[in-house]
């Protein structure tokens, strides 16, 4: 099963070890982020998939907070084999950048071989990320096509349209029947349990 860790801790792997690394705000992980895991495990010449939640958005977005986000991505996603859940943008604190997420990577783990797991829908924000290009020769990307999404060469898509904005609206306002079907249930409970995304 997968486990939240500290990437100092982590097993040492195998020489030319492959890892997507899987960064998102997960905010709340549903479906269409599990099925990406998946979907890259079955199909992409990848030993495991690093799920990395951000710790404090670059674009200023205002988050759940990052213990609540960690564990629903554990339940999200600890049932998958071959896949873990980071705490490694924790451990650098601060405001979360991919780059420096996965330079630190590259220097904790020199024999990972990684990809950059995306959601083709991010393709057209790509300008706006610091460094691209050096994330492109660390990580290459991986994209994942997504259904709604048409920007230029985005990949067939294979993930539902699953919106963010509404599954929050939803469990804010205690209509869990709206996304039960969205979300994983164990990440739906949580959210209840601990009133996240309750409107004010």
Request: proline share 8%.
């Amino acid at each position: 099963m997968a486990r939240a860790a500290d990437e100092h801790a982590a097993p040492a792997a195998a020489p030319g070890h492959r890892v997507a690394v899987f960064g998102g705000s997960f905010n709340p992980p549903h479906v269409a982020h599990v099925l990406a895991a998946v979907y890259v495990l079955s199909t992409e010449p990848v030993d495991e998939v690093l799920v990395v939640p951000v710790y404090r958005h670059p674009f200023a977005k205002e988050l759940a907070p990052f213990e609540d986000r960690l564990a629903m991505c554990e339940l999200a996603f600890a049932w998958i084999p071959r896949v873990r859940v980071s705490t490694v943008e924790r451990e650098l604190g601060g405001e979360s950048l991919t780059l420096r997420t996965l330079e630190h990577l590259a220097t904790q783990h020199p024999d990972w071989s990684m990809r950059l797991l995306l959601g083709a829908d991010v393709i057209a924000d790509l300008s706006k990320w610091h460094r691209f290009d050096q994330i492109t020769a660390i990580a290459p990307p991986l994209f994942v096509g997504r259904a709604g999404v048409m920007a230029e060469g985005a990949p067939e898509p294979m993930l539902p349209k699953i919106s963010s904005t509404e599954v929050r609206d939803a469990i804010g306002s205690g209509e869990i029947e709206r996304v039960e079907k969205l979300v994983p249930r164990e990440v739906l409970a949580y959210a209840a349990e601990r009133g996240l995304y309750r409107r004010s």
